[in-house]
């Protein structure tokens, strides 16, 4: 499957921004769905992960209290919801299938994710 992210855009500290992930087909009621970032010169970090069984959700330290993740099945979308933006979430975000129901969010164990959507974060 191959996922496709969007909605970034620049920002200053504080603001918000929602992204989204959308799929071919049904593919996103298929497999769990996660959010992954990419900030210019460092490697990836998992952010945050939706359960496609009951929508149990995870995050990333980091983006505890600010980001949240959400699903609209008639939609065919996930959402990521980033509030309080800081500097420091300057990245390209990805959305990718995630293995082991959300655990493989912060071992890299994803896959499908396409070009991302860049977020920058500054003052």
């Known amino acids: 499957v191959q996922l496709q992210a969007s909605g970034g855009g620049s920002v200053q500290p504080g603001e918000s921004l929602r992204l989204s992930c959308t799929a071919s087909?049904?593919?996103?009621?298929?497999?769990?769905i996660g959010w992954i970032r990419q900030a210019p010169g460092k490697g990836r970090e998992g952010v945050s992960c939706i359960r496609r069984s009951d929508n149990s959700t995870f995050y990333a330290d980091s983006v505890k209290g600010r980001f949240t993740i959400s699903r609209d099945n008639s939609k065919n979308t996930v959402f990521l919801q980033m509030d309080n933006l800081k500097p420091e979430d300057t990245a390209v975000y990805h959305c990718?299938?995630?293995?082991?129901?959300?655990?493989?969010?912060?071992?890299?164990?994803?896959?499908?994710w396409g070009e991302g959507t860049l977020v920058t974060v500054s003052s």
């Open positions: 087909g049904r593919a996103l009621d298929y497999t769990e």
């Open positions: 990718a299938a995630v293995q082991h129901f959300c655990g493989g969010l912060f071992s890299a164990e994803y896959s499908g």
